[in-house]
């Protein structure tokens, strides 16, 4: 049974993707269709490759994701297909597979070409839809692009390392549902740079000198439960996707807040790390 997946900005209010979902079963009745998250922030490419990246590789091989994010077609914003460590990606040639595949290289690559037999504001429906179908099917990427070389590099999500090798310059690329920050600085980038040199992280004004593993590693489990106090104690994490992550212990947005408002980071602020 043909998997495929959508990743949108469109939200769930308006009719968008239930109209998508209505035209892929119509297309193939017999696929299944998987909403990995359409409440992405509006037009925000790093967000979306942030949770694509480290939601498709838990899908079987063969599966094809659907793209819905800054997906107008227009001279700077092409539409492409991409076979990627067994995984087809129809979406549009903005930077976000820049991220994706930033540790492994396509195996295939086409600009869509089929958009001259239509017309469409609304590409996501009309277009991808179409070429997610003809892959389902079986079908080959060369018969729906021309073979390409090259994607667009989008160098903004990447950290950088200076040259003495001895400072780590990251953005926060995501706020999660808890109100943790996300940082593009990955563990296997810390380790190969540190090299088990002490360190300091700074995320605004407030500066950590361990990095953790759970968000339960800041408790003291020795002590009496009425003497831990760690609830609402601020942390840094290496987490569950390979990312260093700035948290609240046990934050709860509705009364106290989450990473991202009590210590004042937002998407794009710097999170930098400094070796001794």
């Known amino acids: 049974m043909p998997l495929i997946t959508l990743t949108t900005d469109f939200g769930t209010k ?13 297309s193939i009745p017999e696929v299944q269709v998987v909403d990995i998250s359409h409440e992405i ?4 490419i790093t967000e979306t490759a942030y949770i694509l990246k480290n939601a498709y590789k838990n899908f079987p091989e ?16 092409k ?25 492994i290289n396509p195996t295939k690559i086409v600009e869509i070409n089929i958009h001259d037999r239509i017309a469409s504001s609304f590409s996501v429906l009309d277009v991808f839809v179409q070429v997610a179908a003809h ?24 950290p950088q390392v200076n040259t003495d090798q001895n400072k780590i310059l990251g953005n926060v690329i995501y706020i999660d549902n808890y109100g943790n920050v996300i940082s593009n600085i990955t563990e ?50 290496f987490n569950s ?5 700035i948290a609240i212990y046990k934050s709860n947005l ?12 937002d998407y794009r602020d710097v999170i930098s790390i400094e070796f001794h």
């Not at 308006?14 to 119509?26: E, L, P, Q, R, W």
């Not at 063969?62 to 914003?77: K, P, Q």
């Not at 087809?88 to 994706?100: E, H, R, W």
């Not at 002490?198 to 990095?211: D, G, M, N, V, W």
């Open 14 to 26: 308006d009719h968008f993707v239930g109209a998508v979902k209505g035209a892929i079963y119509s």
């Open 41 to 44: 922030a509006p037009f925000n």
């Open 62 to 77: 063969g599966t094809i994701h659907i793209v819905g994010v800054d997906s107008e077609l227009n001279e700077d914003n």
């Open 79 to 103: 539409h492409i297909a991409i076979l990627l460590n067994g995984h087809f990606f129809v979406c549009p040639d903005n930077g976000l597979i820049s991220m994706i595949a930033s540790e």
């Open 135 to 158: 892959i389902a099917r079986g079908g080959t990427l060369e018969v729906i692009g021309k073979p390409l070389d090259s994607y667009k590099q989008l160098y903004e999500i990447q």
């Open 188 to 237: 296997k980038l810390f380790k190969e740079v540190g090299k088990g040199r002490e360190y300091t992280l700074h995320a605004s004004r407030y500066a950590f000198k361990e990095i953790n593993y759970k968000y339960s590693d800041i408790v003291d489990f020795s002590l009496e439960p009425i003497l831990r106090q760690s609830d609402g104690n601020k942390l840094a994490i």
């Open 241 to 245: 996707a390979g990312y260093i992550e």
């Open 254 to 265: 509705t009364t106290v807040g989450g990473a991202s408002s009590l210590l004042g980071l």
